[in-house]
Each structure stands twice: as C-alpha cells, then as structure tokens.
C-alpha cells in the first residue's frame, strides 16, 4: 500500500505562486506514474499535471507554461511548482500514484493510489 500526503496549499493572490509538495510511504514510487489532479466545487475531478519516472511530464492545456511537475526518487517526493496563479485554478489539489500504464490514459480511475488534498484559493 502507498500512502501520499499533501501539504502546501494555501490562499494567495492572482499572479502570486504556490509549491504542492507530496510525500509518498509504504512502497517505493520510483518506478510509479505520479500526477496531480484538482477538484472545485460542482466540478469533476481533473488532471492537471502528470510525470513518469524522473522527467518524463505533461501538463494540461489550462497550466501549462504556468506549472511545473518534478519529482525526487530519492525522497519519495513529488512537486508542483505553481506560478502565475490564477481564480480558477481554485480547487482541492490532490496527489495521485498509479502504474506506468497509469501516465498513457491520465485519467483519475487510471489512479490506485490517493492523497487527501490540499486548498489553493486563488482571489
């Protein structure tokens, strides 16, 4: 079992920066597709930003330029790097770990593992 833990978050200003910090446990991730994904209310849970071993990323359309995804093996840790803020990137962010498999489709049910989130308020 994988356990991941969110912190991070907070209440900022538009055009201000956050940095999502996730700490894995319970077995090595190295070799695990990890991604974020957010949630605002009323709203289905979407990806924002997914990396596979140590460089491999993509962001979605909405964040990139803006967001950064990295990860650090050695840790069991994953980043994101989040700049240029804006109102609507206001949502619950949460840390996900799956399979390699999990990277190709992206989607949240692709996911196994979960973290219980983090609020970003971006006014």
């Known amino acids: 079992q994988v356990q991941l833990v969110e912190s991070g978050g907070g209440s900022v200003q538009a055009g201000g920066s956050l940095r999502l910090t996730c700490v894995a446990s319970?077995?090595?991730?190295?070799?695990?597709?990890m991604g974020w994904f957010r949630q605002a209310p009323g709203k289905e849970r979407e990806g924002v930003s997914w990396?596979?071993?140590?460089?491999?990323?993509d962001h979605a359309g909405p964040v990139k330029g803006r967001f950064t995804i990295s990860r650090d093996n050695a840790k069991a840790t994953l980043y994101l790097q989040m700049d240029n803020l804006k109102p609507e990137d206001t949502a619950m962010y949460y840390c996900?770990?799956?399979?390699?498999?999990?990277?190709?489709?992206?989607?949240?049910?692709?996911?196994?593992?979960w973290g219980q989130g983090t609020q970003v308020t971006v006014s």
């Open positions: 996900a770990a799956g399979g390699m498999g999990s990277c190709l489709f992206r989607k949240p049910p692709d996911f196994t593992y």
């Open positions: 319970g077995a090595a991730v190295s070799s695990y597709c």
């Open positions: 990396i596979a071993g140590s460089s491999r990323n």
